[in-house]
């Protein structure tokens, strides 16, 4: 399983950007993919998942400023950010896997499969 994560940049605090995540595999649609994200000095945190039935979930502070949306056709995973603000600057990586489990779904250990991140940086 390969992971190609692209779409980062600079922007200014209330901008856009559309993160993407291509998958190299078969059956994209029995994975779940996920966002994670790390910020320089900081540890890797949940950002938000997409299960196989399309349905998303999300970290508190992301709610209502970022969509996750997939296509299967394409076997991509979006991920839609508005609204960005500085604290939302850092490393973006997708991550995938087939055996994630509801109670996991957050933790970075539940994933196998990593993309080689994307830059995000939001300036104020």
């Known amino acids: 399983v390969q992971l190609q994560a692209s779409g980062g940049g600079l922007v200014q605090a209330g901008g856009s950007l559309r993160l993407s995540c291509v998958a190299s595999v078969v059956s994209f649609r029995s994975y779940v993919i996920s966002w994670f994200r790390q910020a320089p000095g900081k540890e890797r945190e949940f950002v938000s998942a997409i299960g196989r039935g399309s349905h998303p979930y999300y970290e508190d502070s992301v709610k209502g400023r970022f969509t996750i949306s997939r296509d299967n056709a394409k076997n991509t995973v979006y991920l839609q950010m508005n609204s960005l603000k500085p604290e939302d600057t850092a490393v973006y990586y997708c991550?995938?896997?087939?055996?994630?489990?509801?109670?996991?779904?957050?933790?970075?250990?539940?994933?196998?499969?990593w993309g080689q991140g994307t830059l995000v940086t939001v300036s104020s």
């Open positions: 991550a995938a896997d087939r055996q994630v489990i509801l109670s996991s779904y957050r933790s970075a250990d539940a994933y196998n499969y």
